[in-house]
């Protein structure tokens, strides 16, 4: 089991500014995120984008923000969970916190930050009716091993790279593959989108384009879909496999089954005082939070991630006294004893 | 005053009629959260979630569709040939009278 101070779930900016602040008090961190990099949207969504509200940064890439905060937290050593979502929570019988992961990784903390953003990236679901029904049975949102489909009958949906990528490879393995998509234009890369025209040509791929799917048939596991033609009208389509590629979207996920108090998808905190939920040594930061007033901002989270640290070392630390100080004064000590701090002024007399 | 009418009609079919400033360089996802009409606006209007989706029913000269709008509409649920994403359209004078229908939210 991986110990800790503060658990931070979800390696985001605000989470990543956590373990700096954590540090000063000498507290540690470790982080889980299911993403595979730390950096959470700004990496994973718009890491060319420019911020322009970081204050004393005019513009700078968010891409380069998380590379600055992993400097600037690296004194303070902070360990990771990445490519596993927490999926548990379980309060121990000595007051702190057992979190596991969807791959059973276990962590134990006596304090817990949530600091999820918008939630851990899931596919994107087609709204059809029955389809989680048959989930794993013919339906998979993610292609994980392409040997499964070999000599089978394969659907896939969607318009973009992933779609166009797994159409094409899927080709020479799969005994038919068809590809859905509700336009006749493709936006992948120009290759891809070539290729996949050639291959439609030789027969390798079933196009069809200004068409949906709209059912799942099947007795326990997919046999065919009905597909909606925009002019032709209603197709039926013998397979064994449907593999919708619509992208991934962010979702609370199992955290909003951990008894925490949520109004509209986010974690109602406590702002007047230290962002704690109703958990107690339970703090939501950054993003997935919300009160009164609150502003969705990288800037807002940092400020959030400080005040928590600040109760979050009352509740490590009962009865022991402190005060927050200022790094200009007293520096910065790493965990390895490295100490970053301002050069001291030369005093000498004149004679 | 350079305000403009937009008439939005929710998931439920109630009608709501908005003022929208023009100056404040808004689109139309940010009047709709500005109003508190349930629109997520997850991306911040990078046209990167499509839950800004809505069909215009107006028949307002709009902007073209760029590349990344196309891009998540591909992506997106229940898409109709009037499917816009409200973040890609910023409110301007020429808007006034403009009429959309919020579309159904994509979660299962």
Redesign the interface.
């Given at each position: 089991m991986i110990k800790t101070d503060i658990l931070i779930i979800g390696a985001g900016p605000v989470g990543m500014f956590a373990v700096f602040e954590a540090g000063l008090l000498k507290l540690r961190c470790h982080l889980i995120d299911a993403l595979a990099e730390p950096g959470g949207q700004c990496t994973e969504?718009?890491p060319k984008?420019p911020i322009y509200d970081i204050p004393a940064y005019p513009e700078i890439l968010a891409g380069d923000l998380v590379k600055n905060l992993a400097t600037q937290i690296a004194p303070f050593q902070p360990s990771y969970t990445l490519g596993e979502r927490a999926d548990t929570i379980e309060k121990l019988a000595d007051g702190s916190f057992k979190v596991t992961t969807n791959k059973g990784t276990e962590h134990n903390a006596p304090v817990v930050f949530i600091a999820g953003g918008?939630g851990s990236f899931e596919p994107?679901?087609?709204?059809?009716?029955e389809?989680?029904d048959f989930e794993d049975c013919g339906v998979e949102y993610i292609i994980k091993d392409p040997e499964i489909y070999r000599g089978k009958k394969v659907v896939i949906s969607?318009?973009?790279d992933s779609a166009l990528d797994w159409a094409i490879f899927l080709a020479d393995i799969a005994d038919e593959v068809s590809l859905v998509?509700?336009?006749k234009?493709f936006?992948g890369a120009l290759d891809s989108v070539e290729k996949v025209a050639e291959l439609s040509k030789e027969g390798k791929i079933n196009l069809i384009t200004d068409a949906e799917v709209k059912e799942i048939h099947g007795e326990g596991k997919v046999s065919s879909l009905l597909i909606q033609h925009k002019t032709e009208g209603a197709i039926v389509k013998e397979c064994d496999h449907f593999v919708p590629l619509?992208?991934l979207?962010?979702k609370l996920g199992p955290i909003g089954d951990w008894g925490l108090e949520i109004e509209k998808?986010a974690i109602v905190v406590n702002n007047a005082l230290d962002y704690s939920t109703n958990i107690p040594g339970v703090f939501a930061i950054g993003d997935v939070n919300t009160y009164p007033g609150k502003l969705?901002l990288i800037l807002s989270g940092f400020h959030e991630a400080t005040i928590a640290v600040q109760f979050a070392y009352n509740i490590i630390n009962p009865g022991k006294r402190y005060v927050m100080k200022y790094t200009t004064v007293n520096g910065v000590t790493g965990f390895d004893g490295e100490k970053k701090e301002a050069k001291k002024a030369v005093v000498k007399s004149i004679v | 005053m350079s305000d403009i009418k937009v008439k939005i009609t929710d998931r439920e079919g109630v009608v709501h009629n908005l003022e929208a400033p023009t100056d404040m360089g808004m689109n139309l996802m940010e009047l709709c959260k500005a109003y508190e009409l349930p629109v997520e606006g997850t991306c911040g209007g990078m046209a990167m979630c499509a839950s800004c989706q809505c069909y215009v029913t107006s028949d307002h000269e709009l902007p073209e569709k760029g590349d990344a709008e196309e891009d998540m509409l591909d992506q997106a649920f229940f898409v109709e040939d009037n499917s816009r994403l409200g973040c890609q359209l910023h409110l301007t004078l020429e808007l006034d009278g403009l009429e959309i229908v919020l579309a159904p939210e994509s979660d299962v």
């Open positions: 969504i718009y984008k918008l994107r679901k087609p709204p059809i009716k389809i989680v969607g318009g973009g998509h509700r336009r234009d936006r619509f992208g979207s962010p998808n969705k | -």
